[in-house]
Structures are given as C-alpha cells and as structure tokens.
C-alpha cells in the first residue's frame, strides 16, 4: 500500500507489527477461533510486548510472505510467544517479529488460561524449539 513506506521508502518499521498481528490472526481464524468466537467463550489475545529484527530493506509493491512459529508458550498456555518471519520473494529473511502475549479473561480483566479447545491449538502449533514461559497471574 501506499502508505506502507517511511521517509527511505522501505516499509515502516510499525507495519511489520501491523502484519504480524494479522499473521496471528489468521493463524487463529485458520483454527476456526475468529474473534466473534473468541469473545463469546469470554478471551481475547493481548499483546505484553515485540521484539522486531531488521535483516533486509522491503520496499513498495515488494511482496513479502509471512510464517508464523510459537515458540514459547506457558505450561497452562496462558502465556504464548509467536514468531513471525518475512520473507522476500527471493526467500531472503527481511525481518523477525517476536510477540510475547497472553490470553486474558474479558469478564475478570486478567491473564488467565485459555478454554481447553483453543489451549490444545496452541499446544499442537508448538515449535520444535518451543521454551517453557512462566506463567504468572
């Protein structure tokens, strides 16, 4: 889009945010969790921070492929952490989002285990070097 690009003309760094938190929204959705399902079994993802590695400049009209990882992820999978890669056409890595994240409960307004449906999701999405994440809440 045009707006995409900063001042260089590469792709502004909070768009990466932008797509890796529609990357994980679509993971979900893809797990047949859309938001209106979520909300009704009374969750919804919070982000608790990012972590974004630049490797190679994107610029405009560039299409740029994202994957999505969890590669940390608490012990009652209250507490998650996605990464997510963009890759170039080329299949160059162009940057690394890493998202820690938690469910939060929306009726009790805290960080709280997922329903076991969408807990046995984020177990299953593990990556092979998924880290144990404390949970606290």
Same mark, same amino acid.
């Given at each position: 889009r045009w707006d995409d690009a900063d001042l260089n003309g590469h792709l502004r760094n909070t768009r990466y945010l932008e797509y890796a938190a529609t990357a994980r929204l679509a993971f979900l959705i893809g797990e047949g969790w859309a938001p209106r399902k979520l909300l009704k079994a009374g969750f919804a993802a919070v982000s608790l921070g990012e972590e974004v590695r630049y490797l190679r400049e994107v610029f405009p009209l560039?299409?740029?492929?994202?994957?999505?990882?969890?590669?940390?992820?608490?012990?009652? =999978?209250?507490?998650?952490?996605?990464?997510?890669?963009?890759?170039? /056409?080329?299949? /160059? /890595?162009?940057?690394?989002?890493?998202?820690?994240?938690?469910?939060?409960?929306?009726?009790?307004?805290?960080?709280? &285990?997922? &329903? &076991?449906?969408?807990?046995?999701?984020? /177990?299953?999405?593990?990556? =092979?070097?998924?880290?144990?994440? =404390?949970?606290?809440?």
């Open positions: 560039e299409v740029v492929t994202a994957t999505s990882r969890v590669i940390g992820l608490s012990a009652d =999978a209250a507490r998650w952490r996605f990464e997510h890669t963009f890759s170039r /056409e080329s299949g /160059e /890595e162009a940057a690394v989002v890493r998202t820690l994240g938690a469910w939060i409960d929306v009726g009790a307004r805290r960080i709280a &285990p997922p &329903p &076991p449906e969408l807990r046995t999701v984020m /177990e299953e999405a593990r990556a =092979a070097d998924c880290e144990v994440i =404390a949970s606290r809440h």
